[in-house]
T-cell receptor
Framework: DAGVIQSPRHEVTEMGQEVTLRCKPISGHDYLFWYRQTMMRGLELLIYFNNNVPIDDSGMPEDRFSAKMPNASFSTLKIQPSEPRDSAVYFC??????????FGPGTRLTVL | GQNIDQPTEMTATEGAIVQINCTYQTSGFNGLFWYQQHAGEAPTFLSYNVLDGLEEKGRFSSFLSRSKGYSYLLLKELQMKDSASYLCASNTNAGKSTFGDGTTLTVKP
């Protein structure tokens, strides 16, 4: 298996632009997680899905952030409009049982 | 609320044993994660403890005391490649994880 796939690996955009991050979980995994990591705030859980349904989105910072999982093999995290403070590494992870999570390589987002 | 505390940095010698402690205060606590993260890479799952006691996986072991809100990660026979950040995270019954800031371990020859 290729593991969790994320795209793009790097994204540089200007403040106010829409950003869409993509994730393909490991086939057969029922849980999908989106995380954000910064030096200041560490690793934070943003949202997680079970069987394509959002279960807990209390970590989503504000209305500018939204996440979808239209099917078992694809999820997106969208930021609209983006701001410089959104600059971070965004990780997607998937899991069979919610516990042993497998992380993707991450998307490094820079908002100028 | 959730509060996770772990040391910022530790240094140890190759071949030695090191213990990384983590304390937590978590409402609705279910279990505790340990992850390893090398610089510039994604976290890698090490363990998830739900019950009290020690769980061993090769050179790595993880301990949990629910009554004390305390866990530790024990690394034996340290190797240079063990130099990394080790993240402790509490998990609630609702599936929400809160991470500590990580402990940067440096293994020296």
């Amino acid at each position: 298996d290729a593991g969790v796939i994320q795209s793009p690996r790097h994204e540089v955009t200007e403040m106010g632009q829409e950003v869409t991050l993509r994730c393909k979980p490991i086939s057969g995994h029922d849980y999908l997680f989106w995380y954000r990591q910064t030096m200041m705030r560490g690793l934070e859980l943003l949202i997680y899905f079970n069987n394509n349904v959002p279960i807990d989105d209390s970590g989503m910072p504000e209305d500018r952030f939204s996440a979808k999982m239209p099917n078992a093999s694809f999820s997106t995290l969208k930021i609209q409009p983006s701001e410089p403070r959104d600059s971070a590494v965004y990780f997607c992870a998937s899991s069979l049982n919610r516990y042993e999570q497998f992380f993707g390589p991450g998307t490094r987002l820079t908002v100028l | 609320g959730q509060n996770i505390d772990q040391p910022t940095e530790m240094t140890a010698t190759e071949g030695a044993i090191v213990q990384i402690n983590c304390t937590y205060q978590t409402s609705g606590f279910n279990g505790l994660f340990w992850y390893q993260q090398h610089a510039g890479e994604a976290p890698t799952f090490l363990s998830y403890n739900v019950l009290d006691g020690l769980e061993e996986k090769g050179r790595f072991s993880s301990f949990l005391s629910r009554s004390k809100g305390y866990s530790y990660l024990l690394l034996k026979e340290l190797q240079m490649k063990d130099s990394a950040s080790y993240l402790c995270a509490s998990n609630t019954n609702a599936g929400k994880s809160t991470f500590g800031d990580g402990t940067t371990l440096t293994v020296k020859p």
